[in-house]
């Protein structure tokens, strides 16, 4: 279309400049610009009235800016927050690391299944995204509680003589954030290891290249951005993940989006929120450029 | 010649895929357990299902979420098949990289984020413009829009990537306006995508839990937040009732959405291969 646009007559630029306009502002206005209102509220202080927060504009005679470094200052001072962060990231990692180890073999068998079956596990892997996320998550509470199936069974089994601590402990995180995410690291993978011609990686093998070396040399560098796009699409929602620590982790467990939603929704400071926002975000910029690069070269998502 | 997955693969593949469905059968099977207990098999009945259809507190929430869902997912196939639109086919435009960024970053932004960003901005809004007033309905819709307007436009971007723009070209050379050329051929073509991207947006709308909780007010409980004070708890039956409904009707949808993408696809196929011949 762009060859044409030299001869556009108004009425027609009018709508080529509506399709992005029209996706564009409203992207703007809900998406973007509310960042800065959190940015904005993160150096103001709390106070009780409505909405719960010191202004910008017009400090005490009413003129003037006024803001303050408190909430950051207090962010870096609380072990709390900081021990959270990096518990958020740890976990959030590790996930990441169990997802692949997982997802990869199974991205790899999918490829090279025949069809029918292949559009078959393609579409039992999409199904569970269709399905609730929270009740995906509040699914395994009926397995690993104290009188849980798992425990049940181990028990029937003779295997232990007490019910184990399964429920709200960090395995119980792990295991919910591998559970929840696993299709979005598949499917990214799969699409990249679908296009390789497989077949040639295993007439090499054929004609006497060792397996391993093959997979080292050949599958595993070219199918790097899907690996890339997957670990992404996990590590990145995980570090701020709410709902699995909150039905599955231990009140130790304490993720930073959990804190985050407790300093919201409990203690009401909604200055300090913003402030944990605003450097969870920053945490998260590079990871999401990273994410975007690899997002448009493989040429639209999965989801 | 054609090796199919070894050994080794074929366990992970199983190993995955019970994995992932074990934890959603057995909530199923729970849910017509007499017991309220999961280690103990009380008989099959359906009173979860009753004790369900009677809590109005849950049935208001499911029609609200549904309300919800309806209108957000059609206004974020607007928006979102506009987005895919412009990503495919404007070419470069002033501030595409943003507008790029704006597109993939919903995708994994952490709904915690986004959550509180959209209630700041609600807040500010009403204090300066007195809209969009108290919190509930309208803000909900907002901001499900918002977040399921970025799948739609991944989703009609990749197939429109996918999809020879020749035609569209032939149809301007000839004379076509632009509105004209996107009704009466890039639409057609991209029809499908747009269903799963309605589709998508309705079932995301349904599901979230952590943004609504930010941007609703005082009476207006959606579902998930409804579920979610039940389940903080522990195992509630009648959820479990709840979660096999939903997880039916969600299994049922993609089978047969599937299907009839693999059957339009061979018949595409095949008429192409017609064509060729002919």
Redesign the interface.
Known sequence: ????SAM?SG??RA??R???A???L???V??????G??LK?SFADPMVGQ?PFTPLFGGEDGRGLYFTLDNYRFLFEDNLYLFSYLKSLKIAFISTVLCLL??Y??A???A???APWR?I?L??????F???????V??????L?K???I??LLLWLGLIERPLQIMYTDFAVYLGIV?SY??FMILPLYATLERLDL?LH?AAADLGARPVRIFLDVTLPLSLPGIIAGS??VF??A?????IP??LGGLDSLMI?RA??EE??FNRD?PL??AV?TV??LI?VV??MI??HY??AE???H? | ?????ST???S??S???A???V??I??ML?SFNDSR???IWGGFSLKWYGELFKNRQIIEAALLSLRIALVSATAATL??T??G??LA?????R?RM?????????????????G???L??F??MN?FLGWPGDRGATTIT??H??FS???V???V??RL?ATD?SL??AA??LGG???GV?LDITIPTIAPAMISGW??AF?LS??D??IT??VSGPGSSTL?MV??SK??L??TPD??A??TI??SI??I???AA?WIM?RQERQLTRDRQLGARG
């Open positions: 279309m762009s060859t044409n556009l009425r027609d709508w080529n509506f399709v992005v029209a996706p564009y409203w992207l703007l809900f998406f973007l610009v509310p960042f209102f959190v509220i909405p997982l997802g073999p199974m790899y068998g999918i090279r299944t025949r559009q596990l579409l039992l892997v999409i199904l569970p269709w399905t609730s996320f929270l009740l995906r509040y699914a395994w509470m009926g397995l509680g009188y849980g199936v425990n049940s559970y696993l299709p077949d295993e992404m699409l990145i929602p570090i701020g993940e709410f709902v909150a039905l989006g985050l939603y919201f929704f909604w929120s913003a926002a969870l975000l998260l990871p999401i994410f975007q997002q448009g040429g639209g998502g989801r | 010649m054609r090796h199919g997955p080794f693969l074929i992970v593949l190993f995955g895929f994995f992932l469905y934890p959603i057995l909530v729970y207990l999961v280690s928006l979102g506009l987005a639109l412009a086919r404007m070419g470069r435009f501030g943003l507008f790029t960024g704006m597109i993939a970053a919903p995708l994994v932004m952490p709904e915690i984020i986004t509180l960003s959209m700041l901005l807040v500010s204090e907002i901001a829009i918002t307007m970025a799948y436009a991944v989703i971007q990749s990537a723009q569209e070209e301007m050379d306006r632009p509105f996107a589709l998508l079932t349904l599901d839990l952590v909780s930010f998930p579920i979610f389940v903080k522990g195992v959820v479990n709840l979660a939903i997880i969600v299994t949808g993609v089978v599937g693999f």
